[in-house]
Structure formats: structure tokens, C-alpha cells
């Protein structure tokens, strides 16, 4: 029976308690998550005197060392001068703002995003009171309106925000009190079974801030640091696709598990650490077996994301149709260390771009189809002569009825097939460099060739005009100087230029004289054009594909 003590301790004692570095971060914990808006809401509500709910330790002996987390997190790290390690089960983000709020220090979390905690303010002036504006905000101190929170918290704040006056003195102290004074409640968890306390927090977490299938397994792991080793293979992404999901990294893991069936979904992932588990804890040769296999499965991963970046263009996450593409393409060249001949070029290739088309990997039979290529790829990889089959043609409405905004696998694909078409500038004939703008995360942006706010005013709904068949890249400037004007508006001023065609060629747009662009009254043009794109679009598709993939009967 697990011991359940409930005590209450005042932000300040908390303070004293991090300091000592009693408090520990167990592998099964994620990162820190919050923002810096988060983290000003946060103290907003302390200050307010409202519930933030209960901090969940667990109280065990230094036996259970082993289960530390050493680094990833923004707390102190555990001092093993301490005889007893407090392991945080739930509350590791609370805590980690009360820390750092002192500190003022920056810090990353888990998605990269930088958090300046010396940029958590107090404001001095507050409408007069009113309780719907924050006291607190995420913003640069200023002067006699903002004051930074480490500033309150400092052990010499009046020398700190001596300039203040008497009034403003007074509310800052005010301040202080209630920070430092709010009550938290602490319970402490004794117990010696760390499937419970595993349990104890995959049940937390699930009522509150969402929880991931990766978080889940994570959560299993204990014969081995899981985390450590997804955040290790994350570290060696590109900028592009360094927010990549823990769950695909997972996935292809357990899909090159020799032993075992492949399967998709939280259950799937969590059954596979159970399974290695079970087994490193059983036989220590295990152990060094699944390190080896990881070791192999990262090679094969990165391997695959780079196929799919400079053989597709998928040159960010948001491009991939799927991120489970990666994880079942992993599995080829885990099996198949080279790079592929031409034969298997040639069957990746089907794949791509039927399963970012045909969406083979959502809807109903997603399961199936993920699990089928899986088995594709392990033949692919040996000698067999195999192909890949996909028996369902795709409505070319399909592209007519997906808007651009739309996560639709059909969106992604199309916008890596522009990429691969080299787009250039209208302007000078040039390439649009969108390898390096995305790089420096200023994303080229969607235009749309017939203006929304244009086809708007003629009745087209946004389903009509968001189409991808109206979409193209066009850098910032270009995009400014259309406005709303139609194209045989804007496009006049391009026209006689020497590269007019091949430009146009380049972003997929026809430009002939049936092409719809040149045609008088807009409503009419735009349904000439969209026809005559979709046709294009759907042709540029199975050109890259290598074979038929649309129906023939729209």
C-alpha cells in the first residue's frame, strides 16, 4: 500500500527546499513544455491567490539513483549529498518557473523555443485594478511600468528598484509577499514499486496536459533511458525537422525490432518497451542487443530523412505527407545499408508519391497500409524483385476540394512537388531559394494566382479559391505588388519578358491562350484556369510518380 502524506509549503519554503537540490527529475518526466506566456500566467494566478494545483513527489532512498534524469531540464540537478531524493511526478513545470522566475536565467524548452525568464514582469499600474487585465506579462522590463520578476524575488530587490517610488515600492513588495507566501500543496508518495509511480504519472498527466504515445513508452522505460536516446537522434536533425515527433522515432524503431509483429498506435509503442523490458531485465546480453539495434535504427532514420529531403523535397516537417512515411521508410535502409539501385529508386518513388496522394496513410485503412509497406520495404531491400502495388486511383477533385491550409497529406505532396519544379522569380527568371529560406525560417510564402479578396467579391467561397490549383510559391515582394488585381492584370507586367513562360512552367501555371489567365470576366477565367491547372497539376504528379494515378473520368 503506497503511503500518501499532504502538507503545505510556502512558494519561499519550496525556494529553500530547490536550493538544497532535493528535488529530482525521473526519466520517466518530459522536458520543460511551457512558454513564456504560459509562465506569466502562471504566476498571475499565484499572485490572484487562485489554485494551481498539487505537487506529487516521490520520497525514495538513493537505491533508486539510477532512475535520475541528469540532464534535459531546468531545474537544479539532485545533490548526492542529500540522503533521501524527492522525485517530481507531477509538477515539474510549476516548479521549474518558481526557480527560474528567481534566476532570470533563458533557457530552452522541449520544442526548441527559447524562454527569457528575465523577461517575466509585474506590472505597476493595472488599470485601476481590473481583474481582467494580467498583472503579469512575458514582456521587456520597462522603467517604472514593468518590473522584472527576478528583480521582486531578489534577496536585495529594494536596492534593486530603489528608484521606485513610495506608491510603486508598496505594490512590489505587496507582490513579493504573495509570491513567496502562497501555500502549495506538497504530497509526498512512499512506495518501492516503480510500476505504480509510473502509473501514478501516465494518470496525471492523461487528466491534465496532454500526453503522447511517446510519453507513454518514455514513462515505461526504466532498464533503459528511452528519452535520452530519442533526444540524442533529435539533436542530429537539421533545423527543418528539429520538432520532429518522438512517436515516428519510436515507430521505426519498433519496426526494424527483429521478434516482432509490426503495429501502429499508443498500445503498439508501449507493448514494444515492455517487450524489451522484459527481456534486458531478464538477460543483460540484451540489453547490449537492443543498443546495438537502436544504434543501427538512428543510422537507418536519418538515412531515410535525408533520402526523402534531397530526392523529394521534403524540406521541412510540415512538407512530409506523412510522418510515418519516415518510419516505414527507415526500415528499407535498415535492411539496406547502400543507397538504393535504380530498380528500388524506382519503387520508392511509386510510394511517395501514391501514399502522399492517394492519403494511404489516414482515413480508415491507414493501419493496414502502414503495416503492408512495412513488409514492402523488408522485401525491397533484399534481392526480390518487388513492386509496389496501389490499386485505388485517386479523383482528381480530390485536389480541387483540398484547401492549402488543410494538413491533408495531398496539400503536402503537392507543395514538394512545386518544390522539385525549381520555382522562380516572375521578375527576374531567377530560382527561388526555398532550401535557404526555409533554413532561416523566413518560409517563402503561398500566393494565390486569382486573389482571394478578388474572386471573393464574384461569390467563389474559400474552398474554391484556397484550392491548391490556386496556389503557387512567390516571395514576399512579389506577392505585395499584385494586391487584388486579377492576373491579366498583373501578369501584363511580366508577359513580354523572356522567361515569362518558362517562370510560369516552373510554378505549374499554364499560361497559353486557353489558359484561362488571359480571359475576360473573372468568374469565367477562374473556372477556365482552375480546369486547365488541375490538369497540369495532376500530370506533373504522374510524371514524377512514374505511373498513372489520377482516374481519368473527372
Not at 257 to 274: I, M, Q
Not at 307 to 320: N, Q
Amino acid at each position: 500500500m503506497d503511503q500518501l502524506v499532504f502538507k503545505t509549503l510556502s512558494v519561499r519554503q519550496i525556494q529553500r527546499r530547490l536550493e538544497d537540490r532535493v528535488f529530482a527529475i525521473p526519466r520517466l518526466q518530459r522536458e520543460f513544455v511551457w512558454n513564456g506566456r504560459k509562465a506569466a500566467e502562471f504566476l498571475d494566478s499565484i499572485y490572484r491567490g487562485m489554485p494551481i494545483g498539487s505537487i506529487l513527489v516521490w520520497q525514495t532512498g538513493k537505491k533508486n539513483g539510477d532512475l535520475l534524469r541528469p540532464s534535459l531540464h531546468i531545474l537544479p540537478p539532485f545533490s548526492p549529498q542529500n540522503k533521501e531524493i524527492w522525485y517530481l511526478v507531477d509538477g515539474q513545470q510549476r516548479l521549474s518557473v518558481l526557480y527560474q522566475s528567481v534566476r532570470g536565467e533563458r533557457k530552452e524548452n522541449s520544442t526548441g523555443q527559447v524562454v527569457d525568464f528575465g523577461r517575466l514582469s509585474f506590472r505597476l499600474d493595472n488599470g485601476d485594478g481590473d481583474d481582467l487585465v494580467s498583472w503579469f506579462s512575458y514582456r521587456k522590463p520597462v522603467e517604472g511600468q514593468f518590473v522584472s520578476v527576478a528583480d521582486i524575488l531578489s534577496s536585495n530587490w529594494q536596492r534593486r528598484l530603489r528608484g521606485l517610488s513610495v506608491a510603486k515600492m508598496r505594490r512590489v513588495k505587496t507582490c513579493r509577499d504573495r509570491l513567496l507566501g502562497y501555500p502549495v500543496p506538497l504530497i509526498t508518495m512512499s512506495s518501492s514499486d516503480i510500476d505504480r509511480v509510473r502509473d501514478a504519472f501516465i494518470r496525471i498527466n492523461s487528466r491534465g496536459m496532454r500526453i503522447s504515445s511517446a510519453d507513454r513508452a518514455f514513462a515505461r522505460a526504466s532498464a533503459i533511458d528511452l528519452r535520452e536516446k530519442a533526444n540524442d537522434l533529435r539533436a542530429h536533425l537539421s533545423d527543418e525537422f528539429h520538432d520532429l515527433d518522438y512517436q515516428t522515432i519510436l515507430l521505426a524503431f519498433t519496426f526494424v525490432t527483429p521478434g516482432r509483429e509490426p503495429d501502429v498506435g499508443e498500445r503498439a509503442l508501449e507493448a514494444a518497451v515492455r517487450w524489451w523490458e522484459k527481456r534486458i531485465k531478464a538477460d543483460d546480453v540484451q540489453k547490449k542487443r537492443f543498443l546495438s539495434l537502436w544504434a543501427e535504427s538512428r543510422r537507418a532514420f536519418l538515412k531515410a530523412l535525408d533520402y526523402l529531403h534531397t530526392t523529394f523535397d521534403v524540406l521541412e516537417k510540415d512538407f512530409l505527407p506523412s510522418v510515418n512515411m519516415l518510419a516505414t521508410l527507415t526500415v528499407f535502409f535498415f535492411h539496406h545499408r547502400a543507397q538504393p539501385n535504380r530498380r528500388q529508386r524506382d519503387e520508392i518513388r511509386k510510394w511517395f508519391w501514391e501514399t502522399g496522394v492517394g492519403q494511404r496513410y489516414s482515413g480508415r485503412g491507414y493501419r493496414q497500409n502502414i503495416i503492408a509497406d512495412v513488409g514492402f520495404f523488408k522485401k525491397l531491400a533484399g534481392k526480390t524483385i518487388t513492386r509496389f502495388k496501389f490499386p485505388d486511383l485517386v479523383d482528381r477533385s480530390d485536389l480541387l476540394r483540398t484547401e492549402y491550409t488543410q494538413p491533408a497529406a495531398i496539400a503536402k505532396a503537392f507543395f514538394c512537388l512545386l518544390a522539385r519544379r525549381k520555382p522562380c522569380f516572375l521578375n527576374n527568371g531567377e530560382p527561388v531559394p526555398l532550401r535557404r529560406e526555409i533554413a532561416m525560417a523566413n518560409r517563402s510564402e503561398k500566393h494565390h494566382i486569382f486573389p482571394r479578396a478578388l474572386l471573393a467579391q464574384y461569390g467563389f467561397r474559400h474552398r474554391e479559391y484556397n484550392s491548391l490549383c490556386n496556389i503557387c510559391f512567390v516571395v514576399a515582394e512579389e506577392n505585395q505588388s499584385i494586391g487584388s488585381r486579377s492576373p491579366r492584370s498583373y501578369l501584363a507586367d511580366f508577359k513580354s519578358r523572356r522567361f515569362f513562360t518558362r517562370a510560369m512552367k516552373s510554378h505549374l501555371i499554364p499560361c497559353d491562350k486557353g489558359s484561362g489567365l488571359w480571359t475576360p470576366g473573372v468568374a469565367r477565367a477562374y473556372r477556365q484556369f482552375r480546369k486547365r491547372r488541375l490538369q497540369m497539376i495532376c500530370k506533373a504528379f504522374e510524371d514524377e510518380a512514374g505511373i498513372r494515378l489520377f482516374r481519368r473520368n473527372e
